[in-house]
Every structure is written in C-alpha cells, then in structure tokens.
C-alpha cells in the first residue's frame, strides 16, 4: 500500500510523474537574487568607505591590490569587504547552481495531460487497483490539494521521455479512438489486478485495463507509414485520370494543401520541413503533369 505500491504502478506501467515545483523554484531563485543585491549594496558602500580612507591608511590600496584586501583581517582591520566579497562568492555559486537546476528541470518531458489524469484517478479510485491510502499532506488531500490535483496542469514532469510521438494523429488514436476501440473488445481483455501481490481470481480484478505502449505506438506507426504511402499515390492515380489541364492544376492545389495540412496534423515536423517537403511533393505532381501532357485534347 502507500509509496511502495505507487510507485510499483509508476515503474511497472510506465507512469513516473512528478511536480516541477515551477512557483517554489521561481520564489527560490527570488531569494537568491534579492540576498546578491544586497551584498553587492553592502559592498558597494564598505568599498567606499574603505577607498576614502587617508593614504596613509592601506585600506585606500584595496581596490588597486588584493593581498591586502584577502590579510586585512589578520592585518587587524577588520576584514568587513573581503567578508562580504567571500560570501557574495559563495551565494553566486548557489545562485547558479540554482539556475542550472531550474534549466534542467524545466527542459523534462512533460507528461501527457491524458497520463496525468490517469495518474491521480487511479490514487484516488479502489476500484482500479489504486486507493493507496495516502493521509498526508502529499497526496491525501485532507487539508490541502493533493500534489496531483488538477489545479497543477502544467507543472508536472517525466523524467523519462514518452513512447512514441505526440503528434495530433496519435493523441487521436491513443485517444478517442482508443476510447471507442475499448468498448468492443473490452471482452477479450484482462483487467488489471486490484493487488498484483495476491493471487489471482475474481475478487481481484479492478476496472483498470492496460493497452501495451508498444503495441499502440506500433500499430500508430503502421497506419501512418500507409496514409503517407497512399496520399501520392492518389493524387497521381487522379492526375492520370483527369484529362483537363486546368483541373489538373487545381487538383495538384487541392493535393498539396492536404498534403501539408496532414504534416502538420499528424508529425512533429518543423515549418521549414514542412515547407521543404511540400514544396518537393508539389514539384512531383507538376512534373507528372507536364510529362503526361493533356492526352485528351481538352483545353
């Protein structure tokens, strides 16, 4: 129960989910820049102060000459600039610490938000083989929301990437197509034991049934490798078969508006991709045009 059986279920079904903390990490970072700006205020004036010294005084030589500056409190004056420059140093290497952290947290896979909500409901849900029975403040949701409340859209991370791409073709097959799938071949499928741990029967099945990201992504794959292998060869099958000329130029339109239009639904390509292999489809479609020529005669 508890951690242990949470985190067996981010492992095992592939659902390491965790809060960024963006607005803590922000307000930190606050705090470490405000305490440097008011080091380097107090700085700023003991330098002075040490700078308008008499010459006959040494601490007028701090700014031209540092062995003085570093011995001056064991040279029985005090010390209080080298002080403060030691621990500007020391709270600007935290101070970047931070920020490389904060880098690289921030540059984490984000999760789905179909994964996140799968995550919480099955915390919250008995039924599904969750209900961990969690009375923290974490993820109790007692006295406060539990950190995988939804009011923290946007703030959770992966730290290991997704499987397969993230595109609008498979968040609709992995989606609501899934979804419609589900409901017909739900019969033939074994839900997910209430405790993997117990032995297996009747009173142990939940209401959780678990699709392979392998085989969803494969099978995304496939249909994707066929809808790009079939959208040439139609547009080429009807080029043939029109013989006008001038709706030969239309339809090549038409074919190339879809063409970019599905690279951009359904991949992860870039606009100068997308450009480049347009262009590069239209360029075969006008050639095929020309060297087949207006076999009917028609104007």
Known sequence: MGYIKLSNFMVTKSYPIFRQFQASAARDLLYLQAEIVHLESEFQKVSKSDRDTDEGDERHLYAFEWWHLSQSENRGLGGEQWAIALEIRRKLREYYTSLQQYNQVSSLNRPKDSEVRT???????????????????????????????????????????SPGEDDFLSQFLSGPFLKLF?????????????DPESQS??????????????????????????ASSLAPMISIIVLYVIHSVKIRLGLVCVFTFIFSLVLALATKAR?????????????????FVGSVGNSSGSP
Do not use: M
């Open 182 to 194: 589900h409901k017909f071949w739900y019969r033939h499928k074994t839900p997910a034991p209430l």
């Open 271 to 287: 606009r100068i991709e997308i450009f480049a292999a347009t262009a590069a489809f239209a360029s075969v479609q006008v050639v």
């Open 201 to 226: 029967g009747p009173g142990n099945k939940s209401s959780l049934y678990y699709y392979s990201d392998e085989h969803i992504h494969a099978t995304i794959g496939v249909i994707g490798t066929v």
């Open 119 to 161: 995550l919480r409901e099955w915390i919250e849900s008995p039924h599904l083989g969750g209900g961990c029975g969690f009375i923290g403040r974490d993820l109790g949701g007692f006295v406060q929301p539990s950190a995988y409340d939804a009011r923290y859209e946007g703030d959770f991370v992966r730290p290991i990437e």
